[in-house]
C-alpha cells in the first residue's frame, strides 16, 4: 500500500504518508510552556508510527495565542521542552514538525490588545483588533524569523507556517478582512506581501536541508473572499519559498461549510497540480481505503487524519496489522501484531 511508502521532502525522509496534523491541546499554561501532557500525547502517535507528526498551533507572541492553554515559542525558554519532545518522537521514528501561528484578531487569549490587518472584528463575541501600522508588520516578520530560528534549536525536522483558518496571515490574505489601503492591502500581490516577507526571512535562518510547509484555507466559502482560483495564484507567488502545502479551508469568517468525509480533498488535488507543488490533504478523512485512493490516485502526496489520531493514536499499527503490511512493530507491543 501507498500508505506505508516512504516520502521524501528535501532531506528529510517520513517513513510513511500519515501526518497528525496540528490541532490545539488546550494543555499549557500563561507562559506557553509544553507539559508532560504533550510529551505523552505526541510520544504516542510517534510509537503508533505517524511519519510526520506538526505539533499545534504554537504561538510566536503572547497575544498571538487563539487562546491562553496554547503553547508558546516567543521566548527561549520554550526551547528546552519543546526539544524534549522532538527527541522522543524522534527516537520512535516520527519526523517532528511545529505549526508556527499567530491569531490575529481571533486571539482569545488573555491580552491587553489583540491585532490584525484592518480594525474589524470576527464576530460581536470578539474583540475588536487593532489595526497593525507597518512598523508593527516588520517587527511581527521578525518575530516569526526568530521563532524559527527557535525551532531549529529545538531540532525540528520541519515547520509550518499557519495561514488558515483565518488567524494572521489568513487575515492579511483574504479580502474579507484586509482592507489595508497601503502596500499590504488590496490587489493578491500586495495581500501576500505579509507572507511573502515572512518566508524571505524564514528561509535565511531555517537550515537549506529541512523542508517549510504552508496551510492555507483554499475557499473562505464566502462572497467576496479566497476561492480555489485565488489560492491557487497565491502559491504560486511563494510557492518558491515552501516545499508542501497543507491544504484546508474555511474560518476566515463566519459562515456554514457543508462538511463531509473527505470535503477538502479536491482543493488539496487542485493545488497539487495546478501549482506543480505537494500536497498534504485533510479533512474528515478516516478510512484506509479512502487514504489509498488519494495517494494512488495522485490527489496528494500526504494525508493527515485529526479525529481518527485522537481516537486511535495506533490507527497506522493497526491498519498495517488489518492489511496484513510487513513491518516493523514496536518491539514492546509486538505480541499483538503478529
Not at 507572541?61 to 527527541?87: A, F, M, Y
Not at 516577507?197 to 528561509?203: A, Q, V
Request: net charge negative; with cysteine.
Amino acid at each position: 500500500m501507498k500508505i506505508f511508502e516512504s516520502y521524501k521532502l528535501k532531506d528529510i525522509e517520513f517513513k510513511n504518508r500519515i501526518v497528525l496534523p496540528p490541532m490545539c491541546m488546550y494543555g499549557t499554561d500563561q507562559e506557553g510552556l509544553a507539559k508532560i501532557f504533550h510529551f505523552i500525547h505526541y510520544t504516542e502517535r510517534a510509537i503508533g508510527g505517524v511519519g510526520l507528526i506538526i505539533l499545534e498551533a504554537t504561538a510566536v507572541t503572547p497575544n498571538g495565542r487563539i487562546s491562553s492553554k496554547d503553547l508558546g515559542i516567543w521566548s527561549d525558554n520554550h526551547i528546552e521542552t519543546l526539544k524534549t519532545i522532538v527527541e522522543s518522537g524522534q527516537k520512535y521514528g516520527s519526523k517532528m514538525a511545529i505549526q508556527l501561528a499567530h491569531a490575529g484578531r481571533k486571539c482569545e487569549a488573555e491580552a491587553d490588545y489583540i491585532v490584525a490587518p484592518s480594525a474589524i472584528a470576527f464576530s460581536e463575541n470578539y474583540r475588536e483588533p487593532k489595526e497593525l501600522s507597518k512598523e508593527e508588520i516588520k517587527e511581527l516578520v521578525k518575530v516569526f524569523k526568530d521563532a524559527a530560528i527557535r525551532a531549529d534549536k529545538a531540532g525540528f525536522d520541519m515547520i509550518e507556517l499557519h495561514g488558515a483558518h483565518g488567524y494572521l496571515i489568513n487575515e492579511f490574505l483574504s479580502p474579507l478582512t484586509n482592507k489595508r489601503e497601503d502596500e499590504y492591502g488590496g490587489s493578491t500581490e500586495n495581500r501576500v506581501r505579509f507572507l511573502k516577507e515572512i518566508l524571505e526571512e524564514i528561509n535565511k535562518v531555517w537550515p537549506s536541508n529541512k523542508p517549510i510547509g504552508l496551510r492555507v484555507s483554499a475557499s473562505d466559502y464566502a462572497e467576496g473572499g479566497v476561492d480555489i482560483n485565488e489560492m491557487v495564484k497565491i502559491i504560486d507567488m511563494i510557492k518558491d519559498k515552501v516545499d508542501i502545502i497543507h491544504v484546508s479551508s474555511g474560518a476566515v469568517v463566519p459562515t456554514p461549510i457543508k462538511t463531509y468525509p473527505g470535503y477538502q480533498i479536491k482543493f488539496a488535488e487542485e493545488i497539487k497540480h495546478r501549482c506543480n507543488i505537494p500536497t498534504i490533504a485533510v479533512g474528515l478523512i478516516e478510512n484506509p481505503d479512502m487514504v489509498e485512493e488519494i495517494l494512488q490516485n495522485n490527489r496528494a502526496d500526504m494525508v493527515a487524519l485529526g479525529r481518527e489520531l485522537l481516537r486511535n493514536p495506533y490507527w497506522v499499527l493497526q491498519t498495517a496489522y488489518e492489511k496484513e503490511i510487513n513491518m516493523e512493530f514496536p518491539e514492546q507491543y509486538i505480541r499483538a501484531f503478529k
